[in-house]
């Protein structure tokens, strides 16, 4: 997004292509609706997206790139190529395999293994996600790996510290659009929640005309102040997941949007409770 981001900006002109595996886009971190949004964005911007589709081959002539094949055959010309493929944690040294988890090495809020004494930190580590206990999450992040380095080598020399932030949170800004999705954002989609009868899920979602709104001239000033689709989700009275998309503006202060979103899911003040009144949170009068 930031590459894109980059062309754009700078005005080279030059045609982008994106090529998405899957059926959405940005799908492990936005809901179907989510992703569209930031499709037909992009797409009014002039980037021309291919979705279910791989890129298989690259060709060249003189040790330079001239097109990306595709899995059904076609081939897109081009002058420059950027990967972007995301992240696996290397385990195949491991012999131990209750150490592992889904993706990662399994490890407790302390950060230790199942066995005593070994500690996992960063990329490799699977957390306990706080939101939903005890069921752990990969969530590479560099802050997050920051954290749990400190609190494994405190805990490797005999401290008692415990990580218990290790939420599933995202930022992504992309030209003057950007969103935040939380904890339990998607409750079809992947990683959350196993099913558990226990479990009592209600979505709410904000109901403005957002997508037409946000994907209108860009030269109209637009005057709607709280222009954004959210979305929360509820186990119980308990607030598990939260998206929000909206315009980058000062009604949106994304970095400080992002800190209350972390505060709301991990402490679950009062306000977290209503979710009508959190659909209408205005985060601008937030320190
Ligand atoms: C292109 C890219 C962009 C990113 N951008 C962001 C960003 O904008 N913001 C953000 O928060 N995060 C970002 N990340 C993620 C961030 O870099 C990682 O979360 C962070 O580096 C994790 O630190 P780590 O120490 O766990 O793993 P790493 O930094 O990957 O370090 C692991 C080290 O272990 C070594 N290693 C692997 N296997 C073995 C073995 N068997 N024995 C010995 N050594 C081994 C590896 O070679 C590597 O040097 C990005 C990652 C990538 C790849």
Redesign the pocket.
Known sequence: MKFIRGMLEGNYNVKINVIEKNHSMLGSVLDDKGSSIIEQYMREKGINIIKQTTAVNLTQENRSITSVELSNGRLIPSDIVLVCIG?KP?VS?LQNETMLGKSGILVDSHLQTQINNIYA????AQVPDPIFEKIPIFH??????KAHGRIAAANMIGGNKEYLSHIHLQKITFVDLGFISAGCFEPNKHNFPPNDKNRDLKIFQSTDPFLKEITKDETKNIQNSFLQYRKLIYDKEKLVGVLILGKLDSTYPIKRVKKWVKYLLLNQPQIAKHPQRMLRLDFSKFK
């Not at 590479?140 to 790996?145: C, G, V």
């Open positions: 992240i290397s040294f930190a960063g990329d490799v590479p992040s560099w802050s997050h790996a």
